[in-house]
């Protein structure tokens, strides 16, 4: 698992998926997480979900699915740069 710090207040986790070794991510930002998974199972389009959540909590806030990964951390970070935003205003 490799951690890097963005500019932002942002912690990003790379993460190995199990059976196709596909890059999942999860994305920590003022107190929240965003995972973004690939769907490994082989008989279905590549999809990846992503998902929001409170750090700690079981609780999943939002969820989505994209076809690339970079179009779901896209989808996932956005969502929490707003909810950064809600909580600063």
Known sequence: MERRLSPDPVV???IRG???QQTNKRIHMNGHTADVL???RPDVPPVFHWF???EGSPEVLV???ETTLADA???AR????SLSQRKQA
Do not use: K
């Not at 956005?78 to 740069?81: D, F, G, I, P």
């Open 63 to 65: 969820w989505g699915q």
């Open 78 to 81: 956005t969502y929490l740069e």
């Open 73 to 75: 951390e896209y989808q």
């Open 12 to 14: 990003i986790e790379e």
């Open 52 to 54: 929001i959540q409170v």
């Open 38 to 40: 690939a769907d490994e």
């Open 18 to 20: 199990y059976a196709t």
